[in-house]
């Protein structure tokens, strides 16, 4: 190339997709074919595209024909005078919202199957305090949490898994604080035992 000549613009589909894209599209494909919507030499043929896809050209096709996940309505959960928690199994959507209340909240991720690469979530400790569980592998991004009267710790690793969402964590610790951390040697033998019926 000479010195005078100017780079050709890229267009959108030729743009170089990362190792998180690649993978996103290969836990589609794996879950298109558990669904029985795609058999098995196709999904074979389809995950070695994906895999050595280099652009969105490329990789784009390989889902264009599986239906779209609608995304999870925002969640807002207030603990109230009671509490609230979500556990085990469910949608977790882009945005939440959380309200410590007076009875205090927990938020448990370890048993959910996220394909979001980003989760936003404003936590409130208020009086009851808001506890928030991620699983190993996750990473949480934490410093914009204002910590309040009730402090806040984050106890979690900064070691990211590919295909795992990252945590954006702000708001207030309020007057009970707020915590983020991996599940605690109790709950994951809960878990091993669960994995194990």
Known sequence: MGENQQPTP????????SHDEREAVVERL?????????DFSELEVRLELALNAKTYAE????TADLPQEAPAEPLVLKGGLNGATRTGHWRVPAQ?????????????????????PEIAIEAHGQTGGVT???????????????????GFKDKTTSERLPGTPRIRLT???????????????????????????
Request: aromatic content about 4%; hydrophobic content about 35%.
């Open 10 to 17: 890229v267009r959108p589909h030729q743009m170089r997709v």
């Open 30 to 38: 794996n879950t298109a074919a558990t669904e029985g919507r795609i």
């Open 59 to 62: 990789l784009a096709p390989l």
């Open 96 to 116: 939440i919202t959380v309200y410590g209340g007076l009875g205090s909240v927990k938020l448990d991720f370890t048993q959910t199957e996220c394909r979001l």
């Open 132 to 150: 928030i569980i991620i699983p190993d592998g996750w990473v949480a991004e934490t410093s914009e949490m204002n910590e309040g009267l009730g």
């Open 171 to 197: 708001g207030n610790g309020g007057t009970s604080g707020v915590v983020i951390r991996h599940p605690n040697s109790w709950e994951r033998r809960v878990q091993r035992r669960n994995q194990q019926r």
